[in-house]
């Protein structure tokens, strides 16, 4: 009886002493996200960027003099081990915010607890648009929802190209098909007219029966939804084909990556695309973040690394603002945020039906001198844009 | 028609001959082989895929133009194809089985293991060869200063239709010309009598289906600078081939040529005047319409106008 009793006071005394110890130095972060499965290759960018931003936050002193120590769950990709992971940090570990996880399915799932359990939930790349339109009062988005992926590109169209009618290409994909969609909508509501949209199979080898058909039709814009060999193929027969448009557009995908100009060559140039994210952005830090990932890992990341950088920025600097560091306090100093981080500048808004929404302007690429640049907006532009383009027969 | 609708029917015109030019190339191997040994070799798009991977490394370790890459992949194609049917097919030719088309499915999985082995070596990462002409072309306007329509002609794809029309004149001479030439014609024709005139028959199926291998891998190396390159290409340009080979007579090769250049034009007529999307199933209209009414494909119709004399 009396060793039982020593015991628990040497447990209690113990608990006592560690307990505050490393809690005075560390705070404990746990991230979900998918490590195994199909979105693995995303999950693990992820990571690698969390550890980046930790490792920097650290050795700039930590957040309020303590140290950020990271660990991930693998989520798998699957919204109901989400569920149970976010079920475990809110209820077990009582950690006071959820950050993370990267699908649209993972992320709404995670979203229903933190609700329910009234702890704040940073949703970093889920870009389905329902997310942030259920009234929650506990979940923020730092990332723009698909219906705003396109913005930047309609917003450059309206205020310098003026186009007034439009071409549209894409793959038979559902990726594809809801870009195709998504832009038709976009020309109906600012009085574009839709000349010729066709779709095609991926891989396919010889573009230039449609595009003679585009040719005749004489649109304003040609725009083009590709993965990255189609958009190679596509760009380099109008060259062959000379069609002369005031502005060759991309959404995203095929058109945003290096290995487009690799491919398309001098085709490629003057090309636009709409894009989250690039390591040329004029964010501060946007560049360094690019350059030091790529010198661990050897590719320059996609914007869901740069999402996820910045996103722990966005903890350090709700964490101090906050009065304490209580789920309610947290909620109300994440409410405030105002701050530019690599991703760009992140600020929670309610309106056009989202709440906590960050909404900010997408970019756009173009390739100038074999190189992608930033061109829209302008206050973040890294290079002046160039319209109009020359036409075909004009350049050398 | 307006000059503007002339201009589209004429580019798309131009379009689907080049690329069924390029087409009767793929079809021919495939046809020589249906030809000569009864079988539709289904592991020749990957043949071609191998024969692509071959010029994409040369260009890129020793800098060597994919046109000229011809005359390395089609020998070492024509190597594979001997070693193919000399040790995998001809044994199982000689097997009685239930299944008297063992040697199709044979194909089926050399195919299934060439693709495999290109993804575990080089990834599946598409890849192409980024030549200089790749986007150069010839325009009417610059030709006939006053001309009323533009019409353009792609550098790589005019480059790759020459050769694939030299490569098929030479086949025809080799074929019309030579004892080896006439020895596979007559296998082709009747294996039992071409066997009682003393000719080689087992030689010749041997050496028949490196030929084929040998045309699709020229055909590899004459589509890279137009197109790119990854693991799986294989599976589509087979079912091209394949459709060629019943559109132009099973085993005809003037059949193939011909039904090569109507598949082209029509895939490219299909994406101007229905849609891109269609063309493949354009494709396979062409097919069963083929099979439906045209049994015997073009060459069938060749054969009754020649009789008809």
């Known amino acids: ?396 | 028609m307006t000059s503007v609708q002339i201009e589209v029917f004429l580019q798309t015109l131009i379009a689907g001959l080049l690329l069924g030019g390029l087409y009767a190339l793929i079809g021919l191997g495939m046809t020589l082989i249906m030809g000569v040994m009864k079988i539709i070799n289904l592991a020749h798009g990957e043949l071609m895929m191998v024969a692509m991977y071959i010029a994409y490394w040369m260009f890129v370790l020793f800098h060597i133009d994919p046109y000229l890459s011809i005359f390395i992949a089609t020998p070492i194609l024509f190597l594979i194809g001997i070693a193919l049917q000399k040790f995998l097919i001809n044994p199982v030719l000689k097997v009685e089985s239930i299944l008297p088309e063992n040697q199709v499915i044979l194909t089926v999985g050399i195919g299934m293991v060439l693709a495999n082995l290109a993804t575990l070596f080089f990834k599946s990462d598409y890849r192409s060869t980024p030549v200089d002409y790749a986007t150069n072309a010839f325009y009417l306007s610059d030709f006939w200063k006053t001309s009323p329509i533009e019409l353009s002609l792609s550098v790589p794809w005019t480059v790759s239709f020459v050769f694939a029309v030299i490569i098929t004149i030479s086949l025809w001479f080799f074929l019309a010309k030579t004892d080896t030439g006439k020895s596979i014609r007559a296998t082709a024709q009747d294996t039992d009598a071409a066997l009682l005139m003393g000719v080689n028959v087992k030689l010749m199926r041997v050496v028949t289906f490196g030929i084929g291998a040998g045309l699709v891998g020229a055909a590899g190396c004459l589509f890279l600078p137009i197109y790119y390159l990854f693991p799986s290409l294989g599976g589509q340009f087979t079912l091209i081939a394949f459709v060629i080979t019943i559109l132009g007579g099973l085993g005809s090769t003037i059949g193939a040529i011909i039904g090569g250049l109507i598949l082209g034009v029509f895939e490219s007529m299909t994406a101007t005047y229905v849609g891109m999307g269609w063309a493949p199933v354009g494709r396979f209209v062409i097919f069963v319409v083929c099979l439906i009414f045209l049994p015997g494909g073009v060459a069938s119709i060749l054969k009754r106008k020649r009789l008809g004399k």
């Open chain 1, 1 to 396: 009886m009396k060793r039982l009793s020593l015991v628990m006071v040497f447990c209690f005394l113990a608990g006592l002493f560690t307990t505050p110890l490393f809690a005075a130095d560390n705070f404990e972060l746990s991230i979900p996200l998918p490590l195994t499965g199909g979105q693995a290759k995303f999950g693990e960018m992820e990571k690698k960027s969390y550890e980046i931003a930790a490792e920097e936050i650290n050795a700039a002193g930590g957040i309020k003099g303590k140290k950020v120590v990271l660990s991930f769950e693998d989520s798998q990709g699957k919204p109901e081990i989400s569920r149970a992971i976010a079920e475990k940090l809110i209820d077990v570990k009582k950690q006071p915010l959820i950050v993370g996880d990267y699908s649209s399915s993972s992320s709404k799932a995670i979203a229903a607890v933190a609700e329910e359990r009234k702890t704040p939930y940073l949703v970093v790349t889920g870009a389905a648009d329902d997310i942030t339109q259920q009234n929650y009062k506990y979940v923020f988005r730092l990332n723009p929802s698909t219906a705003y992926y396109s913005s930047g590109l309609m917003s450059f169209m309206n205020e310098v190209v003026k186009p007034k009618t439009i071409a549209i290409l894409y793959e038979s994909s559902d990726f594809g098909t809801s870009g195709a969609k998504d832009m038709e909508t976009q020309a109906a509501k600012v009085g574009m007219k839709v000349l010729v949209s066709e779709k095609y199979e991926k891989g396919a080898v010889d573009f230039k029966p449609i595009l003679s058909k585009v040719k005749a039709a004489q649109p304003d814009v040609i725009y083009m939804v590709s993965y990255v060999m189609d958009a190679s193929l596509l760009m380099k027969q109008i060259k062959e084909l000379r069609i002369d448009t005031k502005l060759f557009a991309g959404g995203a995908a095929g058109f945003a990556i290096p290995e487009f100009i690799d491919n398309a060559k001098d085709a490629a140039e003057y090309v636009v695309t709409s894009s989250l994210w690039c390591t040329m952005a004029t964010y501060p830090g946007a560049k360094e973040y690019g350059e030091k990932y790529k010198k661990l890992y050897g590719d320059f990341p996609s914007y869901h690394g740069a999402e996820a950088y910045s996103a722990l920025y966005i903890v350090k600097d709700v964490l101090t603002r906050a009065k304490s560091w209580t789920p309610e306090d947290i909620r109300t100093a994440m409410k405030a945020t105002d701050m530019m981080t690599a991703f760009g500048p992140i600020k929670f808004e309610d309106r056009d039906g989202y709440q906590n929404q960050n909404f900010m302007d997408t970019l756009v690429l173009q390739v100038i001198n074999g190189e992608h640049h930033c061109i829209w907006p302008e206050k973040y532009a890294s290079k002046k844009y160039m319209y109009p383009i020359p036409k075909w027969r004009d350049r050398k």
